[in-house]
């Protein structure tokens, strides 16, 4: 089974109800490593591309208030990488279902998640679907600087001077 890397965003529900610990311990059930992690303000323009396959959907806009974190009066996300084999299922796995009424009760949204009266799904994380969402969103929210052993090729960049590494 190959080793692969998914993306994981805490989003700003579970970061105002103070969910985070709780959450990362479920995810300790993967048994996979953490090769990077960051607290992230989301921006209008980065929300967007995250869910840019999502818009056009009805509930596109309050999605984007939602990991904005206008919401919940909540600006922060944590976004993590986590590393290892079958590591993309194995997450989405213990997330549970999308709709937090249909996820398994004891899955981290079954537990934690909630449809808000407008009908959006509160459902306190995100994890990528497959193995090319994961390599779109890691080299969305992280740079290869903030990954440790990457996965994805990396190429050098010169400006004015000074090297830095980027995704290839
Ligand atoms: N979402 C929603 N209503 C829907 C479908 C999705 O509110 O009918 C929200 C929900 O927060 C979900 C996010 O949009 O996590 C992204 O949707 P996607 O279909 O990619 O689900 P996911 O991959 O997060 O399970
Ligand atoms: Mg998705």
């Not at 994981?8 to 959450?23: N, R």
């Not at 919401?71 to 944590?78: E, I, N, P």
């Not at 306190?124 to 052993?149: N, Q």
Request: aromatic letters at 8%; glycine letters at 6%.
């Amino acid at each position: 089974m190959a080793i692969e890397q998914t993306l994981v965003l805490i989003k700003p529900d579970a970061i105002k109800k103070s969910l985070t610990g709780h959450i990362l311990t479920h995810l300790a059930r993967a048994d996979l490593e953490i090769v990077a992690a960051r607290m992230v303000r989301v921006e209008k323009t980065l929300a967007e591309e995250h869910y840019i396959a999502l818009k056009g959907q009805p509930f596109f806009e309050e999605l984007i208030d939602y990991i904005t974190g206008r919401l919940h009066a909540c600006t922060k996300v944590l976004a993590l990488v986590y590393s290892g084999e079958n590591a993309i299922q194995k997450v989405r796995v213990l997330c549970g279902a999308t709709n937090p009424e249909e996820a398994d009760p004891t899955s981290i949204r079954g537990a934690y998640g909630r449809i808000t009266t407008k009908g959006v799904f509160e459902n306190v994380i995100h994890a990528s679907a497959d193995p090319r969402d994961a390599e779109r969103e890691i080299k969305l929210w992280f740079t290869p600087e903030d990954v440790l052993d990457p996965i994805y090729p990396v190429k050098e960049q010169v400006w004015n001077g000074i090297k830095t590494r980027v995704w290839a």
